[in-house]
């Protein structure tokens, strides 16, 4: 994800009136702690500022309001890429623009007036259940997860717990490749697989 983009993110993060911590933010938009403080001196730039708590329980605040663009693709947009992949005679680069569909449909933002056509409340059901079946059992899942400026990458996490934050649904897992604790939005992970080998 661009700059400009996570600092939207972190912002939209903070507008719900939570006290983030840094840590908190940095796992959430994936990047490291020094890019998040250098996103809080951007938005003040900017003349959004946002107050810092100190401490060990500090964090950042935001205690003005804003309005927030609405980011968002429209259905004449995600109607062209239909008719790319209708098009597209290589099956490789087809698959690629399906997987792209699927991530601009995880994005879609509705406005009051437009209805999505996608299953993707299906889809984040699913991956709901095999999740929340793990968390049960205390089975590791081995997922493919698209990560915002890093693409696609593949991860044996151990869920932990299950949560709903600004209408999306995420993960509390422990992540074998990063050996911490991660929040994976559900409709970011495009292959998931429910493994045998379970964790403590």
């Avoid at 597209?88 to 995880?106: A, F, H």
């Avoid at 400026?149 to 593949?154: L, S």
Wanted: with cysteine.
């Amino acid at each position: 994800m661009s700059k400009i983009s996570n600092v939207l993110t972190m912002l939209e993060l903070l507008q719900t009136g939570r006290k983030y911590s840094i840590s908190e933010l940095s796992n959430i938009l994936e990047v490291s702690e020094r890019m998040v403080r250098l996103y809080k001196e951007e938005a003040e730039k900017a003349g959004i500022y946002i107050d810092t708590i100190m401490g060990p329980y500090g964090g950042y605040v935001l205690n003005q309001s804003i309005r927030m663009p609405i980011r968002k693709f429209n259905k004449e947009e995600s109607k062209l890429l239909d008719e790319y992949i209708k098009k597209e005679s290589n099956n490789d680069k087809k698959e690629k623009l399906k997987l792209l569909q699927e991530k601009i449909n995880g994005s879609y933002i509705r406005s009051t007036n437009e209805v999505v056509n996608t299953n993707l409340k299906d889809e984040v059901l699913k991956k709901y259940n095999v999740l929340t079946r793990a968390i049960k059992e205390k089975r590791k899942v081995k997922i493919l997860y698209y990560s915002y400026g890093k693409g696609e990458n593949e991860r044996i996490i151990d869920p932990a717990e299950m949560f709903l934050f600004q209408d999306g649904w995420y993960c509390a897992a422990f992540c074998e490749k990063k050996q911490d604790i991660r929040h994976f939005e559900l409709k970011r992970i495009i292959k998931y697989e429910l493994l045998d080998e379970k964790y403590e």
